[in-house]
């Protein structure tokens, strides 16, 4: 049985096989896989390492980027240097968790509701040194948008406070050892096909580049860019997110 407090039992290579085992304990030969944000790399990574099992993929937020020139904590010191960076911050076990779950309806209103952590354009998160957490210098919203209720912040946060945050914060914490245990993905292509989807306001466009997505993925339907959304995009705008993929879907042989 997998340890599921291990940091490793969240690296790459682990999800992906995960995926690939519920396709077999489904009796399913092949799938359309689909996901947001770490959902979204997973969903790259699987099409890109296990062709034969998924015959399309869909992206939302995070592109497809390959494999980095070096590992990814290294290439983060150089972008950032001594700024404050939310994943670099997520690296030390038991710190985020600490500050997350000190007031976990707090983070999960700030997280989903309020200015994220992630946003390195805005300039609460600039303005953050090393030492500093999170949720530091951002404001906890008093309503909530249109699309998240007290409803669903009150049922996130009460799951979130029986798990913890330790298993989502454990997949950045696997980002250096993906790019030792998946070498092969500095040359693997997805040729399958593809859409990538984004929030036109979701922050992770300011770190995450598009272009190099379109050499790695040469069958890549379409780039949509959702007016007005932010990261949450299915959330933010579900419907325009399911127009998208019904549309995507149809272009697909059965």
């Known amino acids: 049985m997998t340890n ?25 030969r092949t799938a359309i896989v689909v996901g947001h944000d770490w959902g979204s790399a997973v969903a790259w990574t699987c099409a890109a390492l296990h062709p034969d099992r998924f015959r399309a993929v869909v992206g ?12 990814p ?7 950032f240097g001594e700024k404050w960076f939310y994943i670099l911050y997520f690296q030390e076990p038991g710190v985020a968790e600490a500050e997350l779950e000190a007031d976990v309806p707090k983070s999960v209103r700030t997280i989903l509701a309020g200015t994220p952590g992630f946003d390195v354009t805005n300039p609460a998160v600039l303005a953050k040194k090393k030492g500093d957490g999170f949720l530091d210098g951002l404001d906890v919203p008093e309503t909530l948008p ?23 914060l454990n997949r950045y914490r696997n980002m250096d050892r993906d790019w030792h245990e998946l070498p092969e993905l500095a040359t693997a292509t997805i ?24 050499a790695l993925v040469p069958n890549l339907a379409d780039i949509q860019v959702i007016p007005g959304a932010g990261h949450w995009v299915q959330q933010e705008r579900a419907e325009e997110v399911n127009a998208a993929l019904v549309a995507f879907l149809r272009t697909l042989p059965a």
Do not use: C
């Open 60 to 71: 939302m937020s995070v592109p497809h980027l390959g494999r980095a020139p070096m590992p």
């Open 4 to 28: 599921l407090e291990a940091i490793e039992a969240y690296s790459m290579k682990n999800l992906v096989a995960d995926a690939v085992g519920l396709l077999d304990a489904l009796g399913e």
């Open 146 to 168: 249109g699309w998240l209720t007290e409803a669903d912040v009150a049922y996130f946060a009460k799951e979130l406070a029986g798990s913890g945050f330790r298993g989502g």
């Open 73 to 79: 904590m290294q290439l983060f010191q150089r972008m």
């Open 191 to 214: 040729q399958q096909p593809a859409l990538y989807l984004v929030g036109e306001k979701d922050p992770v466009r300011a770190f995450s580049p598009v272009d190099p997505m379109k």
